[in-house]
C-alpha cells in the first residue's frame, strides 16, 4: 500500500472536492502511479498544472509516486506566456492558436473578434480527435470538459470556468499574455481567414445598396468571402472591445 501527502494550490483548488481545498491531505493507493495518474484522479487536468514539488524536488508528470511522498501541485502564475518554457517541460508557443470545443461557439466567435486564431468544432467531434488536432496543429484547447483536457495528446489546454461569453473572452485575456498579438477587427468571425481591404467598386454587388452608398471602407474575407464595414454591428462590437480592454487595464493596476 502507497501512502502519500498531497497539497493543491491556488486555482487548482477549484477542480478538487471542497473539504480537500487548500489543505494538505492523505491518499492512499494499491499500486505503482505516475503522477499525472495521481493527480488527474483528484480531478485536476494536467494542463493546468504549470509546477509539482515531490518532497520539495521539482518533478515531471510522469515520474512515479513513491510511499511516503510529500507532493505540491501548483498553478500557473497570470499572466500565461506561451512563449517561454514551462516547469514541465511543455513546448513553447511563439503565437498561441487555439481550439475550441463544440460547446464554445460564442467564445470563438469573440476571440476571432480580437485577431485571435481560434478554430472551432463545428462538427461536434470526438474528444479523441479534438485532442488530436490540438496536438498536431500546436493548438490550446479550449473547453469545459475537464475529462478532455486530462487526454496524455493534449499539451496546451484551458478549462474555461465561466458561464456567459464576456466573461469567458476576459478570462482568457486575462489568464494568458496576449497584449503582442491582440488585433481587434482583423479576422473573420465566421471562418476565422485574415481580412484583407476591397475597394467600393469590389464591394458594390456584395453589400446592400444603402450600405455601398454610405460607407467608404470594406474588408473581406478572402475564404469565405464575408464583407466587413463599419456599420451598427461594428459600433456595438467595438463598444464590446473597449470594455473588455477596460476591465484588463483595471486589472493589471
Known sequence: MYTVRLCFYGELNDFIV?????????RRFPQARSLKDLIESEGVPHPEIDRILVNDKPQMLDALVVDGDCIGVYPSGHPVDFAVESHLGRPTLSTPQFMADV???????????????CEYDNFDLTGERLAEISHG?????????????????VVHGIYIRGDEPEAQV??????????????PFTR????????????REEATSRVPPATWLNMETFHHCPDCRRVYWQGAHWDMLNAFVERVKARLACTSV
Open 18 to 26: 471542497p473539504e480537500r481545498r487548500g489543505i494538505q491531505y492523505e
Open 103 to 117: 460547446h464554445l461557439g460564442k467564445l470563438t466567435r469573440l476571440l476571432r473578434l480580437f485577431g485571435l486564431d
Open 137 to 153: 496543429e500546436n493548438r490550446v484547447l479550449l473547453t469545459r470538459d475537464r475529462a478532455l483536457l486530462k487526454r496524455s495528446m
Open 170 to 183: 476576459f478570462e482568457i485575456l486575462e489568464r494568458i499574455d496576449l497584449n503582442r498579438v491582440i488585433r
Open 188 to 199: 473573420c468571425l465566421k471562418c476565422n481567414g485574415c481580412l484583407a481591404p476591397i475597394s
